[in-house]
């Protein structure tokens, strides 16, 4: 059973450009999470999704950022118009239905010049 | 909202020796604690969590121990390994919101020979 999967897992965008992460999760789990984790820092929460649908996004800033986890296919956190303090690690999450448990992938280390 | 301090950001032991992470949490009705490590540029990985109901949980030579009443729960390592050296994240979930696991700040563990 393969684990939460993440890609890229670096990625390097100019100022202004978008960045799109993508996280599959692992087989059987329809819950993920993001998070944000500066360099030397703990892992902040931005947001939780279940297939179709944004549960809980209040730790996502409301400007450039957005997230989305549709029917078929991976679930994407997109960054438009990045700016030098975006740059991060972004761990996506899953979960079984009604399970607390948490899995994490390996990451994006997303880096903007 | 929930707030999660954890103690020391750094620990230094001998190889053989024991270290021990605590966390302290605010939320009296938080009812999942997990203790994640995070090796370098790899994501947190699940190594142990325990609920409400028990006091004590042990896994080889890992161990957490949880105190309800004073709100605090503590990882135990024994016997430490150089290959335990990593950081390691505790976290506890907000009431009313089960979306979001709040994270301590972490400890570098540093193990040597």
């Known amino acids: 059973n393969a684990g939460v999967m993440q890609n890229p897992r670096h990625l390097v965008r100019r100022r202004g450009q978008e960045a799109r992460l993508r996280c599959s999760p692992m087989k059987g789990h329809s819950h993920v999470y993001w998070y944000r984790q500066l360099p030397e820092e703990g892992l902040k929460f931005m947001v939780y999704?279940?297939?179709?649908?944004?549960?809980?996004e209040s730790g996502m800033p409301k400007e450039r950022f957005s997230a989305e986890f549709p029917k078929e296919g991976p679930s994407i956190l997109r960054i438009q118009q990045v700016v030098r303090g975006d740059s991060a690690a972004y761990f996506c999450?899953?979960?079984?239905?009604?399970?607390?448990?948490?899995?994490f992938g390996p990451g994006t280390r997303l880096t903007v010049l | 909202g929930e707030n999660v301090e954890q103690h020391p950001s750094t620990l230094s032991v001998q190889e053989g020796d024991s270290a021990v992470i605590k966390c302290t949490y605010s939320d009296s009705a938080s009812n999942y604690f997990p203790w994640y490590k995070q090796e370098l540029g790899k994501g947190p990985q699940l190594i142990i969590d325990i609920r409400s109901n028990v006091g004590e949980k042990k896994d080889q030579r890992i161990a957490v121990t949880l105190n309800k009443t004073a709100k605090h729960f503590s990882l135990h390592i024994t016997e430490t390994q150089p290959e335990d050296s990593a950081v390691y994240f505790c976290a506890a979930p907000r009431t009313g919101t089960a979306s979001k696991l709040t994270f301590g700040t972490g400890t570098r563990l540093q193990v040597t020979l």
């Open positions: 999450a899953s979960s079984p239905p009604s399970a607390d448990t948490r899995y």
């Open positions: 999704l279940q297939k179709e649908n944004i549960i809980d």
